[in-house]
T-cell receptor, first 115, second 115 residues
Framework: DGGITQSPKYLFRKEGQNVTLSCEQNLNHDAMYWYRQDPGQGLRLIYYSQIVNDFQKGDIAEGYSVSREKKESFPLTVTSAQKNPTAFYLC??????????????FGNGTRLTVT | SQQGEEDPQALSIQEGENATMNCSYKTSINNLQWYRQNSGRGLVHLILIRSNEREKHSGRLRVTLDTSKKSSSLLITASRAADTASYFCATDTTISSGSARQLTFGSGTQLTVLP
């Protein structure tokens, strides 16, 4: 089955530690995205990547970093500089903007708790 | 800032009734999409309506788009308990030539269908 896999489902970290969230897709999609969701709110875009070795900041990139070394993988690092890291993190992919209108496919998220 | 805003924030109905959710937005769009999210899970794409379309159907779902009023509605007919979820609209806008598609999510409507 094709899809997006996020791991782990739950992650606990101490304040001051960096943590990396995994996102892998086997849909052969060019574009990948990271969103953050806080309770009762919509999704806010952290970073996105249209193609391997390229990525762009979204609306709330401060305190986060990403890499896109492979088409299938788009890991997100939550650094100690992120002031409020506790949230639900969602990874998504799409065929790519240059291939017309296409919906996003989402993983099932990673819930990060920092204490 | 939020591009799409859903109304109402929460909706509770009896099984078999119809559920209507509305979405308003501020700027010109390429398309508007509706997603569903079950508690603690990722989002699932439901339907996409292009800016030159006025109405679209998919099973028990009916979406309308009024670009003059910058609004859309999602109607779920003959609702079931399994329709209980959060529903989000997302607006697809082009930021500038050659940039990635920007998809901006609203804060969602929490639908509860009572058996």
């Amino acid at each position: 089955d094709g899809g997006i896999t996020q791991s782990p489902k739950y992650l606990f970290r101490k304040e001051g530690q960096n943590v990396t969230l995994s996102c892998e897709q086997n849909l052969n999609h060019d574009a990948m995205y990271w969103y953050r969701q806080d309770p009762g709110q919509g999704l806010r875009l952290i970073y996105y990547s249209q193609i391997v070795n390229d990525f762009q900041k979204g609306d709330i990139a401060e305190g986060y970093s990403v890499s896109r070394e492979k088409k299938e993988s788009f890991p997100l690092t939550v650094t100690s500089a992120q002031k409020n890291p506790t949230a639900f993190y969602l990874c998504a992919s799409s065929i790519g903007r240059d291939r017309g209108n296409s919906p996003l496919h989402f993983g099932n998220g990673t819930r990060l708790t920092v204490t | 800032s939020q591009q799409g805003e859903e109304d109402p924030q929460a909706l509770s109905i009896q099984e078999g009734e119809n559920a209507t959710m509305n979405c308003s937005y501020k700027t010109s769009i390429n398309n508007l999409q509706w997603y569903r999210q079950n508690s603690g899970r990722g989002l699932v794409h439901l339907i996409l309506i292009r800016s030159n379309e006025r109405e679209k159907h998919s099973g028990r779902l009916r979406v309308t788009l009024d670009t003059s009023k910058k609004s859309s509605s999602l109607l779920i007919t003959a609702s079931r308990a399994a329709d209980t979820a959060s529903y989000f609209c997302a607006t697809d806008t082009t930021i500038s030539s050659g940039s990635a598609r920007q998809l901006t999510f609203g804060s969602g409507t929490q639908l509860t269908v009572l058996p």
